[in-house]
């Protein structure tokens, strides 16, 4: 039968463009002479081929099935393959999942993090916006900013806050230029 497109689409979506394991962005950049490569591969938890690893772990007209496919680097699929006694159903269906949400999670946390604290207002929750000038609409006049991002190495949440370097003079009520300088 084969992995539907709609299986294909799941997995490459819920996965984030990274593998399961190491989190590898799984699509190279093209260069100035060559085009995209994928290096992923839409790896089976239960192999669709006799003597295959964990082959017969699920029902043979699931095997095709998005819930049986993982989405790994290529040295990551090799790894699973040749090492089924560690890389067992149970394991792989939970690094599987595990993943999953770790992808989901840190997207709805990209979504919502911008903040600025407006004079006498407090902290405001700020939507994406799909401009630097629509940005810069919601933020003129605010004294300080908060940033929030997902540092992709360490997997850590890093915070670092800016104050203008100047404010709007009550004689003139210039408003400030458009840079921050970050806070010690």
């Not at 903040?115 to 605010?142: C, F, M, Q």
Request: aromatic residues 4%.
């Amino acid at each position: 039968m084969g992995i539907s497109e709609k299986s294909r689409k799941l997995l490459w979506g819920r996965s984030g463009n990274r593998c399961a394991l190491c989190r590898r962005v799984l699509v190279a950049d093209r260069t100035d002479t060559d085009a995209e490569a994928v290096v992923g591969d839409e790896a089976h938890i239960a192999a669709r081929s006799p003597g295959g690893p964990r082959h017969g772990e699920c029902d043979s007209d699931q095997v095709d099935d998005y819930t049986n496919l993982v989405l790994l680097c290529r040295v990551d699929h090799k790894k699973v393959d040749d090492q089924p006694n560690h890389y067992t159903t149970e394991v792989l269906r939970k690094t599987k999942n595990d993943h999953e949400q770790w992808v989901n999670d840190n997207l709805d946390k990209k979504a919502t993090q911008v903040h600025t604290t407006l004079k006498n207002s407090g902290i405001v929750d700020l939507s994406p916006s799909e401009t630097g000038d629509a940005a810069w609409n919601v933020i003129d006049g605010a004294w300080e900013f908060l940033f929030q991002d997902l540092d992709e190495t360490s997997k850590t949440m890093t915070t670092s806050t800016a104050q203008r370097s100047s404010s709007p003079t009550p004689e003139t009520g210039a408003k400030s230029p458009r840079t921050s300088t970050p806070m010690a």
